[in-house]
């Protein structure tokens, strides 16, 4: 019997204590943590198999490369630019997930702030499988409006995310 890692939440973004969560998930074959920790921790990599994402900069210097307390901004779901601090970052090793986990934010009036935890789990499994686990938690009223929506364009887009880093690191 095998037991899969979760994701480590700070208390303020728990699941299902936001105004929005979703998660995404998926286990195949072939593949492993490595072959797709870089797809995911490249940003310059993102829009080429991703297309929810957009004008990604690193305003502090540093880059494209994603690290412990990297700041950096990126349009997505049609917000502006939000600004992204990294707080969790561990690549995979033997017998340890890759873990990515990054805080956005968005000011402004009341009606217009956004928070949002986006965490990110790969682990390699017995059988030559991979898991990659891609959760988010978000705060406020942009958030609760997205919540809203059907289909889900929050759940839709995550799944695009994981489908298309699988595609990149599967070639």
Not at 15 to 28: A, K, L
Not at 68 to 90: I, K, R
């Amino acid at each position: 019997m095998s037991t899969q890692n979760a994701i480590n939440w700070p208390e303020k973004y728990t699941p299902g204590t936001g105004d929005n969560f979703v998660s995404n998930e998926v286990i195949v074959a072939g593949l492993n943590a490595a072959d797709l920790w870089h797809y995911l921790v490249d940003t310059s990599e993102w829009e080429s198999y991703y297309d929810n994402v957009a004008d990604i900069s690193f305003p502090q210097g540093g880059g494209p490369e994603l690290k412990d307390g990297s700041h950096f901004s990126f349009g997505t779901f049609g917000f502006p630019p939000l600004d992204a601090q990294v707080v969790e970052f561990q690549a995979p090793a033997p017998d340890l997930p890759g873990r990515l986990s990054w805080t956005a934010k968005q000011d402004g009036k009341p009606e217009e702030r956004l928070d949002v935890l986006h965490a990110w789990l790969i682990e390699d499994l017995p059988g030559d499988r991979v898991r990659i686990l891609t959760q988010e938690t978000q705060i406020g009223a942009p958030a609760a409006a997205l919540a809203q929506e059907r289909p889900n364009p929050m759940l839709n887009g995550h799944q695009a995310w994981l489908d298309g880093l699988l595609r990149a690191a599967a070639k």
